[in-house]
C-alpha cells in the first residue's frame, strides 16, 4: 500500500516562495509519472504540473508558468514543487499523485498566500 505525505506548505506573503515535497513510501516512484494537484476552498481539485519518469519532461498549467517548477529525486523516492512569486489565487491545499492519479491521495499540505 503506497503512503504519500505531502510537506513545505504554509502561510506566506504575496510574491514570497516555498518548496513542497512529496514523499512515497511501500512504493518507487521510480517508474511512474507523478503530477501536483491543488485544491481550493469551494473548488475542485485541479492539476498543476507533471514530471516524467526520468525527469525528462516537466510540465505546469498556464496560470503558473515562469513561477512553478516540478523536479524528482527518485533516490529519495520524492518529488519537489518549487513555487516563487506566489499568489493569493495559488491559494490551496496541495497534494501529489501519479498523473493520473492512481495511488489513494495522501493529507495534502496547505499554502496560503495573503496580499
Known amino acids: 500500500q503506497v503512503q504519500l505525505v505531502e510537506s513545505g506548505g504554509g502561510s506566506v506573503q504575496a510574491g514570497d516562495s516555498l518548496r513542497l515535497s512529496c514523499t512515497a513510501s511501500?512504493?518507487?516512484?521510480?517508474?511512474?509519472?507523478m503530477g501536483w494537484f491543488r485544491q481550493a476552498p469551494g473548488k475542485q481539485r485541479e492539476f498543476v504540473g507533471s514530471?516524467?519518469?526520468?525527469?525528462?519532461?516537466?510540465y505546469v498549467i498556464d496560470s503558473t508558468k515562469g513561477r512553478f517548477r516540478v523536479s524528482r529525486d527518485n533516490a529519495k523516492n520524492t518529488v519537489y514543487l518549487e513555487m516563487n512569486r506566489l499568489k493569493p489565487e495559488d491559494t490551496a491545499v496541495y497534494y501529489c499523485n501519479t498523473d493520473p492519479p492512481e495511488w489513494d491521495w495522501g493529507q495534502g499540505t496547505q499554502v496560503t498566500v495573503s496580499s
Open positions: 514530471i516524467t519518469a526520468n525527469s525528462g519532461h516537466t
Open positions: 511501500g512504493r518507487t516512484i521510480s517508474s511512474s509519472e
